[in-house]
């Protein structure tokens, strides 16, 4: 089958990037270690080969999952939920095809949370809190993905040759809506936000904002701690929910100077509007994607078992999206690493070099974080650059 063809090269292109950052990965382990002290650079090593063959296996179940879907599992599906065709039958399909999905991929959570990330000293995780969050989950996935879908399916059944463009529109809406009700409404549904009760610290940070221009409605303390012990700190929300939100892990692994410069990095992406610029090129890269989907030959469609069924584009969409991106995404990741550096000169700039250089230190060292990675892997796969890439780029 052509369809499932397509998956397999993708797989296959995925899994040879994979082996060739590996290989640069087996070979760093061994050299002298830079940044990080002898044992600690050995660990990070270690520790990025066994999530990077991780990631291996992951995109090999999925593969697995994917092959099964299109060759038995959605036409039973079909048979199950599709009759006269409708709207809500239509809805019901695709929202179950995601359930099902989601279940079926709960086992390499459990792996990742309970075993790979506890051996490595990351997750404090509970099965309580594990089921707590999957239930929630589900919960947000049947109520605003029942939402969402109907609207995308009823762009497609009666707005004509057209329909992407509204079902685009109304996607990128839902995007900026999460966008908007993430910090105040869905965050707090699994972590505990307190405001930030130290007041020389809230007068350090508020000033900080103040010099770059930022508003926000506080800084926030986030119990992450009661989930993995790695450090983080992000600004969330647009327009007036914007809010500051630290990690407690962060409060206890950083000293203020270096907090400040974390923070000062962070602001840099406000300063360059590249919240905006990101929001524009996921933009394109959706609007493409719509584009793409809708204009797909009829042999998607009968080879996967989805002919006539009016949600199945958006199937599709879901399954085949990630080989479609592979192509987009090297350029959206060169311009996130472009703006990481900005960032980082803007986080010392606000500080001082030496305590952005020491907080990157200290952010790579407790997130037991390799210092290098390979130039293939980097152009189809990170964000940000690579640790060393970037005190080199301070100094």
């Not at 999460?178 to 307190?194: D, E, G, H, R, S």
């Not at 399954?319 to 703006?339: H, Y």
Request: charge should be positive; hydrophobic fraction near 50%.
């Amino acid at each position: 089958m052509t369809v499932i063809s397509i998956l397999c090269i993708y797989t296959l292109v995925f899994v040879g990037i994979s082996a060739v950052q590996l290989g640069f990965l087996k070979k760093e382990r061994d050299k002298k270690a830079v940044i990080l002290d002898e044992s600690a650079y050995k660990e990070a090593a270690s520790i990025a080969i066994t999530n990077e063959k991780f990631s291996i296996f992951s995109h090999l179940y999925t593969l697995i999952l994917y092959v099964v879907w299109l060759v038995w599992g959605l036409a039973l599906l079909k048979s199950l939920i599709i009759n006269t065709n409708s709207t809500l039958e239509n809805t019901a399909f695709l929202l179950a095809f995601l359930l099902i999905n989601t279940l079926l991929s709960l086992p390499l959570s459990i792996y990742k949370d309970f075993i790979k990330d506890k051996k490595q000293g990351f997750s404090t995780i509970t099965p309580a809190l594990f089921i707590k969050d999957t239930v929630k989950g589900l919960f947000l996935l049947v109520v605003f993905g029942f939402l969402l879908i109907y609207a995308l399916v009823f762009c497609y059944e009666f707005l004509g040759d057209l329909w992407w463009l509204a079902a685009f529109g109304i996607s990128f809406l839902a995007i900026l809506v999460a966008n908007v009700l993430y910090p105040t409404l869905i965050a707090p549904m699994f972590n505990k936000m307190q405001r930030l009760e130290d007041e020389n610290l809230q007068d350090e940070i508020s000033s900080l904002m103040n010099r770059c221009g930022f508003s926000s409605k506080g800084v926030f303390v986030m119990d992450a701690s009661k989930r993995d012990t790695r450090l983080n700190a992000y600004f969330g929300g647009l327009f007036k929910s914007k809010r500051v939100v630290l990690f407690d892990t962060l409060l206890k692994a950083l000293d203020t100077k270096q907090l400040l410069a974390v923070l000062g990095h962070e602001l840099g992406h406000f300063v360059h509007k590249d919240l905006i610029k990101g929001l524009i090129s996921g933009a394109l890269m959706l609007f493409l994607l719509f584009f793409v989907f809708a204009h797909l030959p009829e042999f998607f469609y009968k080879e996967s078992g989805l002919d006539g069924v009016n949600a199945g584009v958006f199937v599709l969409f879901l399954i085949f999206g990630e080989v479609f991106s592979l192509i987009f995404s090297p350029f959206v990741n060169f311009i996130s690493r472009k703006n990481e550096f900005e960032a980082d000169k803007h986080g010392a700039l606000m500080t001082s070099n030496k305590d952005m250089r020491d907080a990157l230190f200290v952010l790579a060292k407790e997130n037991k974080a390799f210092v290098k990675t390979s130039k293939i892997y980097s152009f189809f796969h990170l964000s940000h650059p690579s640790i060393d890439e970037r005190l080199k780029a301070l100094m």
